[in-house]
């Protein structure tokens, strides 16, 4: 059974820092990629960060700078360190795993999501 588990969602102030955690675990073939995807309240899902097991990183131009995400490959583990954070970042933010099986198709498993509030 896959699970995709987030932690380290919680209430941080203006400036201030979080760092959320994703593991995942029962997935058979390869975890090719991981990333943070992010919903506020009335808008669409949206990445703000992944990383692929070659270490190449992509960030939405909202975080660069700001955020930071890293992957321990043989954990199938993400990381996603939040400095600076401003009150825009709240949403709640899932974790996605990416699959590859040895004729390329590719899976994708998500978490069920930890909430980030920033607020002062």
């Known amino acids: 059974q896959v699970q995709v588990v987030e932690s380290g969602g919680g209430l941080a102030q203006p400036g201030g820092s979080l760092r959320l955690s994703c593991a995942a675990s029962?997935?058979?073939?390869?975890?090719?990629?991981m990333g943070w995807y992010r919903q506020a309240p009335g808008k669409e899902r949206e990445l703000v960060a992944a990383i692929t097991s070659g270490g190449s990183t992509n960030y939405a131009d909202s975080v660069k700078g700001r955020f930071t995400i890293s992957m321990v490959n043989a954990k199938n583990t993400v990381y996603l360190q939040m400095n600076s954070l401003k009150l825009e970042d709240t949403a709640v933010y899932y974790c996605?795993?990416?699959?590859?099986?040895?004729?390329?198709?590719?899976?994708?498993?998500w978490g069920q999501g930890t909430q980030v509030t920033v607020s002062s």
């Open positions: 029962g997935i058979v073939f390869r975890v090719a990629a």
């Open positions: 996605n795993a990416e699959s590859l099986t040895t004729t390329r198709v590719r899976a994708n498993y």
